[in-house]
């Protein structure tokens, strides 16, 4: 329950930015093209909630919209997004004991989980304050996971410096996605600060894999 508490908070916070009355709100400084990109945590969930510890994040997106709106405004989006997760010590061990004759394997004392997505997303907008408005967004993409374990240099630190590559995997497929999000508006100035948190479904091969990553970043 305490994994879900993060995003229980992240969307309280977003319900205090609603207005109190349905009173319509004045117009801010509109773009209809814009680029954002923070960085974050990223959680893992699914089956590999299992196999995986989260770690950071960096998100990087475009977007733009065909009519502006007085509260409502209706984005297209195409966002990027790498999250990076530690493989644990009990995944680890499992997959020795499942693949005996990999050597390559066997000689593996820890690995790194990269995830690479591009996405396109169609978002909405609302503008809930002089200040604030929310926005939610769903869509579809191209999910590449990444497992790369590695383990104790043999050839000395000349050759090998740090833990070289002893096991690499990829695998691709299909993906969806959905979240939402504030955006911090400002009545002069370019840059309008976010938060955001976004879940990621891999598809096929990666069907196991879900990513929640949270971020904050900057909108022009």
């Known amino acids: 329950m305490s994994n ?3 995003i229980v908070a992240f969307f309280a916070a977003m319900a205090a930015t609603l207005p109190a009355s349905a009173q319509a709100q004045p117009d801010l400084p509109f773009h209809w093209c ?3 990109a923070g960085a974050g945590y990223s959680a893992v969930a699914g089956k590999d909630g299992s196999n995986l510890s989260g770690q950071w994040d960096f ?5 733009a919209t065909w009519e502006k709106a007085k509260t409502w405004n209706w984005f297209v989006n195409v966002d990027y997004l790498y999250s990076q997760a530690s493989v644990k010590s009990g995944a680890l061990a499992e997959a020795k004991i499942l693949n005996p004759t990999d050597v390559g394997l066997l000689s593996a004392t820890g690995g790194t989980s990269r995830f690479n997505v591009v996405a396109l997303d169609l978002t909405v907008r609302y503008q809930t304050s002089r200040s604030a ?3 939610g967004f769903g869509g579809f993409g191209l999910f590449r996971r990444q497992v790369d374990l590695t383990g104790v240099s043999d050839q000395g630190a000349l050759l090998q410096p740090g833990s070289p590559s002893v096991f690499l995997r990829n695998s691709s497929s299909g993906s969806v996605d959905g979240g939402g999000g504030i955006n ?3 009545m002069n100035g370019w840059a309008i600060p976010y938060v955001e948190v976004r879940v990621v479904h891999g598809l096929a091969v990666n069907k196991t894999t879900t990513l929640v990553p949270f971020s904050v970043g900057l909108r022009f």
């Not at 998100?59 to 977007?63: C, H, K, L, N, S």
């Open 34 to 36: 814009t680029v954002n």
């Open 59 to 63: 998100q990087a997106g475009v977007g």
């Open 133 to 135: 408005e929310v926005y």
């Open 184 to 186: 911090f508006r400002r």
């Open 4 to 6: 879900f508490l993060p």
